[in-house]
């Protein structure tokens, strides 16, 4: 039996993928290289300076190691103003109900999410204090796809990998899932999460009881 949930941030507990690309797309225009919301599905998941390379790579765009800072710490800039307004409002449907009768039935909660800005949106978001980790972004040594945040927050729940549920929007998540020997749900279209063991279309729709057997 599941004896611990571990979810993905952005995508899957309110609606920061939105903002994850608006403010990429600005970058981009601004660096004048092509970039679009079927490019930005690859970067979902995949963290910042990695996002920036992949929206480099092909481009012929060419940039200094300095001017890749600069780039990256704009586009952040554009992506804190965008959340800088977030409160409890902005969880996506269920979310908090879903957190409470998880801990109400003796699960472990844990976020793996790729984002730097994750303890300050959870905090803003208002359920900070419903998780019993939330990984640090910047002192995990590979990023998804490879299976580590996961794996980091396995350990820190005190929970074999296994008995832990992956719950994400991305494709580099679910294979980071996967990667890391759990059962992956995927948030969005089966059609991309492709490696995910079930999909549903949002959070709303999942159902504990559907992927938590009582021990
Ligand atoms: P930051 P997740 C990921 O979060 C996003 O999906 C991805 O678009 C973003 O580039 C990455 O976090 C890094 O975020 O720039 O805020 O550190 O989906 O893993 O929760
Ligand atoms: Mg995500």
């Not at 949930?5 to 903002?19: K, M, P, Q, Y």
């Not at 300076?49 to 952040?76: W, Y």
């Not at 927050?153 to 008995?163: F, K, S, W």
């Amino acid at each position: 039996p599941v004896r611990a949930l571990i979810f993905d941030l952005d995508g899957v507990l309110t609606d920061t993928a939105e903002g994850h690309y608006q403010a990429w797309q600005r970058l981009a225009d601004e660096l004048g290289v092509p970039f679009d919301r079927e490019r930005n599905e690859a970067l979902k998941g995949i963290d910042r300076m990695g996002s920036l390379e992949r929206i480099l790579a092909g481009s012929g765009k060419m940039l200094t190691a300095a001017e890749k800072l600069e780039a990256a710490s704009r586009k952040n800039g554009y992506y804190q103003d965008l959340i800088a307004r977030f409160t409890p409002e902005d969880l996506f449907e269920g979310v908090r109900d879903l957190l409470l009768s998880a801990r109400q039935a003796g699960l472990k909660l844990g976020v793996a999410s790729a984002s730097r800005n994750a303890p300050a949106l959870l905090t803003r978001l208002g359920i900070i204090d419903l998780f019993d980790h939330v990984a640090d972004a910047g002192a995990i040594p590979n990023p998804k796809p490879a299976p580590d945040i996961f794996l980091s927050v396995a350990r820190a729940l005190d929970v074999p990998a296994p008995l832990c549920l992956g719950i994400e929007d991305s494709m580099a998540g679910i294979t980071a899932i996967r990667q890391a020997g759990m059962p992956a749900v995927g948030i969005g279209d089966p059609a991309i999460l492709t490696e995910a063991d079930a999909v549903i279309g949002h959070i709303r729709d999942f159902r504990l009881d559907r992927f938590v057997r009582p021990a």
